[in-house]
């Protein structure tokens, strides 16, 4: 038997599609593949976020899609049930983990731990370091951040494989040129910091000289997190009736680029990649990207990196923005575990990149579900700001 369905070929083709029974005009910019159905996500306007369709809307559905047996599709059905509870279980564990991390941090803090205050005093000195650089780097990098972005690209071509043009089309749909101008500095400061990235590992390594590659990664993940947290959180009028799941941070562009493009680097480290030049910078961004595409930014409260944009800082939630750290991580993981093992890589192959995708969306909507467990890394997070002074400053 065969059914027809849309592959990955026609993302960035332009073509006519069905909305409220009225015809447009829109580019493919993302394909999402359903139990019993697929979706396309259609730009109609350069610049503007894109609509989630069902691909059966778009008016030459018959000539895009292509024809496939029906034992292909079953195995393209199944893929997300054969993986869907162990990225879950995952999930849940990851943010577990997080929540140990932000309770012990918050008790040995709240008891004037000294070794606690100090070591976190110092790695977030070290952070600040970090984004003063990016920052530095953006004011000299003049507005046309994309010609630095695709020559990371390039370079990244060269070293692995054609990048899919589905991941340069995110990217590119990033319409906020001050977000896509952090991005590609961020990189450049996280590869020239390699040295001081390569040290934090080492440092972890020691202490934890029996832990695996993801053990050492979900602890530079914790310790991000609740950087980038306490860098959003502003205690000036803070109103401590508020829900903690509703509570609005500001996600500065700059501080947080930096903080996840050396996270990025430091995962790589983890897993083995510890010569600066086993990670690309390129790869690094694409990573990132992965991250942010249109559903997931919908997901997380982010459509203003979407539009046409100067600012710097922009409001998100304070659980998604753990959420968001939390992904970034993920999917570094994953990625640098694909690349250790020599299987398909996401950022080359179609089949690939879909999986990849599948299990950041699995992954997300079970860290988002977790509402509990969020508010309460929010709120030791809100403690540990008090308590130690570099964070209480920035």
């Known amino acids: 038997?065969?059914?027809?369905?849309?592959?990955?070929?026609?993302?960035?083709?332009?073509?006519?599609?069905?909305?409220?029974?009225?015809?447009?005009?829109?580019?493919?910019?993302?394909?999402?593949?359903?139990?019993?159905?697929?979706?396309?996500?259609?730009?109609?306007?350069?610049?503007?976020?894109?609509?989630?369709?069902?691909?059966?809307?778009?008016?030459?559905?018959?000539?895009?899609?292509?024809?496939?047996?029906?034992?292909?599709?079953?195995?393209?059905?199944?893929?997300?049930?054969?993986?869907?509870?162990?990225?879950?279980?995952?999930?849940?564990?990851?943010?577990?983990?997080?929540?140990?991390?932000?309770?012990?941090?918050?008790?040995?803090?709240?008891?004037?731990?000294?070794?606690?205050?100090?070591?976190?005093?110092?790695?977030?000195?070290?952070?600040?370091?970090?984004?003063?650089?990016?920052?530095?780097?953006?004011?000299?990098?003049?507005?046309?951040?994309?010609?630095?972005?695709?020559?990371?690209?390039?370079?990244?071509?060269?070293?692995?494989?054609?990048?899919?043009?589905?991941?340069?089309?995110?990217?590119?749909?990033?319409?906020?040129?001050?977000?896509?101008?952090?991005?590609?500095?961020?990189?450049?400061?996280?590869?020239?910091?390699?040295?001081?990235?390569?040290?934090?590992?080492?440092?972890?390594?020691?202490?934890?000289?029996?832990?695996?590659?993801?053990?050492?990664?979900?602890?530079?993940?914790?310790?991000?997190?609740?950087?980038?947290?306490?860098?959003?959180?502003?205690?000036d009028g803070f109103n401590f009736a508020e829900s903690l799941t509703k509570l609005s941070i500001g996600l500065d562009l700059a501080k947080n680029a930096a903080l996840l493009s050396e996270l990025v680097y430091q995962i790589g480290i983890a897993y083995g990649f510890n010569d600066i030049n086993k990670i690309t910078k390129g790869e690094a961004i694409a990573i990132i990207a992965l991250c942010l595409g249109i559903d997931i930014l919908q997901q997380l409260g982010l459509k203003a990196l979407t539009e046409p944009s100067s600012i710097v800082s922009i409001p998100i939630k304070a659980v998604s923005n753990v959420a968001l750290f939390q992904l970034v991580g993920y999917a570094s993981c994953l990625y640098f575990d694909i690349k250790v093992n020599g299987a398909e890589n996401p950022l080359v192959s179609g089949k690939a990149y879909q999986q990849f995708t599948d299990k950041l969306r699995i992954y997300l909507d079970e860290t988002l579900s977790e509402t509990e467990k969020l508010a309460d890394i929010v709120k030791d997070a809100i403690s540990i700001k008090q308590q130690v002074p570099a964070l209480a400053t920035a």
């Open 1 to 235: 038997m065969k059914v027809k369905e849309i592959d990955q070929n026609i993302l960035g083709q332009t073509t006519e599609v069905l909305i409220n029974k009225k015809k447009a005009k829109g580019k493919i910019i993302a394909i999402a593949d359903h139990s019993t159905h697929q979706q396309v996500c259609i730009q109609i306007e350069e610049g503007k976020m894109g609509v989630w369709i069902p691909a059966l809307a778009l008016v030459d559905y018959d000539k895009l899609a292509v024809s496939v047996s029906s034992n292909i599709l079953e195995q393209v059905v199944k893929l997300p049930q054969d993986f869907f509870v162990s990225v879950q279980k995952k999930a849940e564990q990851d943010i577990t983990s997080l929540v140990d991390f932000a309770d012990n941090l918050a008790k040995n803090i709240n008891n004037k731990v000294a070794s606690d205050i100090q070591l976190i005093n110092s790695a977030v000195e070290k952070a600040q370091k970090l984004i003063e650089k990016t920052t530095q780097e953006i004011a000299k990098s003049g507005e046309n951040s994309i010609k630095f972005i695709n020559q990371y690209l390039a370079e990244t071509n060269s070293a692995i494989g054609k990048i899919l043009n589905q991941i340069s089309d995110i990217i590119q749909n990033f319409s906020n040129e001050t977000f896509r101008k952090c991005i590609a500095m961020a990189m450049k400061v996280a590869e020239d910091s390699f040295d001081s990235a390569k040290k934090v590992v080492d440092k972890l390594r020691q202490e934890y000289p029996k832990e695996k590659s993801f053990k050492i990664a979900q602890r530079l993940i914790n310790r991000s997190t609740i950087f980038s947290l306490g860098f959003g959180i502003a205690m």
